[in-house]
């Protein structure tokens, strides 16, 4: 995504006149010493979510319950898998090589299977058995002189996993993808999707697809004296469609987008990237971030097809890591996503996924909150709410929704100030009624992202009360230090699971999923 020798060439030298920042102890790589195996973690610690799974797996899961007869097809999931090398260890729960699994489900019938996949930087440090390369918040181990001419973020490939056209991808933040072999999990190699090699395009770890048209929507972001950001587009068949670039007006981080029939939406969060902090190997990416609450956010509203002026419209400030959904409706926007008044889970002296990683327990001050943007195109006036106070992350709605109207969203809540950044229940929100329904884990369970399930064959309207289907989430037990995946009816949450999809062993924090079913 980002090198120093790029950096500097773009900077113009300017980098040179700077009075350099203090080396940041927090980018410095933690010592795995004094933290707790998993055995020895007390019941209701969340250490095992950042305790590595260091083996590879291939079995036929223990099914408690029925699954039902219509869910056949497999789950992918992708997070970070191991953190720690030698003794070294990570700063955040964020960070750590990725790691695919599936959940291949024909009936009660599931196999499970976990593949580390073999990027560069995986297969040189395993080689060697010791990290040589900084990630998003940890610096090489070494400090200042060992960082300073590192090339930069290695990718990981380790936050989202998307099927298109039978090949699975392995997605990072803001760099090519890893393709992998959809059934065994096996790493075929990084992937330019089709394109020619272009080390100038660039991709999030987000996509979006269209669910009318099947057109499957990137952007990335390329720093340098100013933020690119690509856009690029291809056909359901996997042609490519349109690619572009918009220079950010802002020079700030971001993680995802919103989409619609007709646009491209940035939510730019005042969360400043202070990069020459970074470049010159005094602290890692993340720690070079500067939450500015009082700059407020700016929306960029952009053609799909490129065409005409950016609308760059004012509101609140809200951190945003991911959008739920947006759709068009009588000349508005409506876009709802989870936002933050201070992400302080994330940026801060001690953000809770960096304390995690020690065994410490810190409280994140600000939930996660259901937020809309109602967008006011033709006057170009946008009117932000707050739809739920809770504690929310990890939005998702029906794919079969997706870029347009919908009526439901799924998240993974927290009981209050306590699970503000993690969480034990699965909450189904409907938009036009205002009701919840939830059903609760229970005290020392770790749920993850929820992914709906869309019934075969199913004709979705999103004016109907009706969306059938299920949610699959992956849950840690921290009474017995292992996960199990729950299959629930996304129309009866509150019911409890339908079926407990057992594993021998847990699973560190997963990011995100994707589905995808057999007719």
Known sequence: MITRHQMLKLSGGAAGTLILPACSANSLPLTASGIRELTQQPPGSPLGLATSLKQEYTYQAVVEGKIPQELRGTLYRNGPGLFERNGVRKRSLLDGDGMVQAYHIRNDNVEYRNRFTRTAKFIEEEASGEFRYGGWTTQAPGGVFSNLFASGIKNQAGVSAVRKNNRLYAFDESIQPYELHPETLETVGLSHLGLPEDPAVYYAAHSKTDSK???????????????????????????????????????????????????????????????????????????????????????????????????????????????????????????????????????????????????????????????????????????????????????????????????????????????????????????????????????????????????????????????????????????????????????????????????????????????????
Request: net charge negative; proline share 5%.
């Open 213 to 519: 048209n099947g057109d499957w929507c990137h952007f990335g972001l390329q720093y340098g004296r100013n933020i690119d950001i690509y856009f690029t587009v291809f056909h359901a068949s996997g042609k490519l469609k349109k690619k572009w670039i918009f220079e950010s007006p802002r020079y700030v981080y971001l993680h995802d987008y919103f989409v619609t029939e007709n646009y491209f939406i940035l939510n730019l969060h005042p969360a400043k990237v202070n990069i020459f902090g970074f470049l010159f190997g005094l602290r890692s990416l993340t720690d070079s971030f500067e939450w500015q609450p009082e700059k407020g956010n700016m929306l960029v509203l952009l053609k799909r097809d490129g065409s005409g002026d950016p609308l760059i419209l004012e509101t609140e400030t809200a951190w945003m890591w991911h959008s739920l959904n947006a759709y068009e409706k009588n000349g508005e926007i409506i876009a709802d996503f989870v936002g933050y008044e201070n992400p302080d889970h994330f940026i801060g002296d001690d953000p809770t996924f960096s304390a995690i990683m020690s065994g410490r327990s810190v409280v994140s001050k600000y939930n996660g909150e259901i937020r809309r943007y109602r967008i006011d195109i033709k006057n170009k006036r946008i009117q932000q709410t707050v739809l739920d106070q809770g504690s929310h992350e990890f939005p998702i709605v029906n794919p079969q929704h997706s870029c347009h109207t919908h009526r439901y969203g799924y998240f993974a809540a927290g009981r209050g100030k306590a699970d503000a950044s993690l969480f034990s229940q699965i909450k189904r929100l409907d938009f036009q009624s205002g009701k919840t329904a939830v059903y609760n884990f229970g005290e020392g369970y770790f749920c993850g992202e929820p992914v709906f399930a869309p019934k075969p064959d199913s004709r979705y309207n999103p004016e109907s009360a009706e969306e059938p289907g299920w949610i699959l989430t992956q849950v840690y037990d921290s009474h017995t230090h292992k996960n199990f995946l729950a299959v629930l009816d996304a129309e009866h949450l509150a019911d409890g699971p339908l079926a407990l999809i057992h594993h021998t062993h847990h699973l560190p924090f997963g990011l995100h999923g994707w589905w995808s079913g057999i007719s």
